[in-house]
């Protein structure tokens, strides 16, 4: 089955840096967009910026531009989201995905001094 699971989130002060990962299973990774996304309570999850199977970047969001940055490496089945500059508004759980389904448990970054 789609598995999708996150990691590499932390607490992390204002201006720091952090990288996710996303290592997906079930389904020929090399051939899919991956999207990442990120959810704070009370709030709809939000579509953060994504990386196609060609490795081109996509952006969702004016507010992490020049910040944050995508990568994947097709045969370790993952992808990454680097994030520099972090700012208090980025505190969320941060989740990744192909299909809009079968989420993970998303992985929490905290960024606060």
């Known amino acids: 089955q789609v598995q999708f699971v996150e990691s590499g989130g932390g607490l992390v002060q204002p201006g720091g840096s952090l990288k996710l990962s996303c290592t997906a299973s079930?389904?020929?990774?090399?051939?899919?967009?991956i999207r990442w996304y990120r959810q704070t309570p009370g709030k709809e999850r939000e579509l953060v910026m994504g990386?196609?199977?060609?490795?081109?970047?996509?952006h969702y969001t004016g507010s992490v531009m020049g910040r944050f940055t995508v990568s994947r490496d097709d045969d370790k089945s993952t992808a990454f989201l680097h994030m520099n500059s972090l700012k208090v508004e980025d505190t969320a759980v941060y989740y990744c995905?192909?299909?809009?389904?079968?989420w993970g448990q998303g992985t929490q970054v905290t960024v606060s001094s």
């Open positions: 079930g389904f020929t990774f090399r051939s899919y967009t």
């Open positions: 990386i196609d199977n060609s490795g081109q970047t996509l």
């Open positions: 995905n192909a299909f809009d389904k079968w």
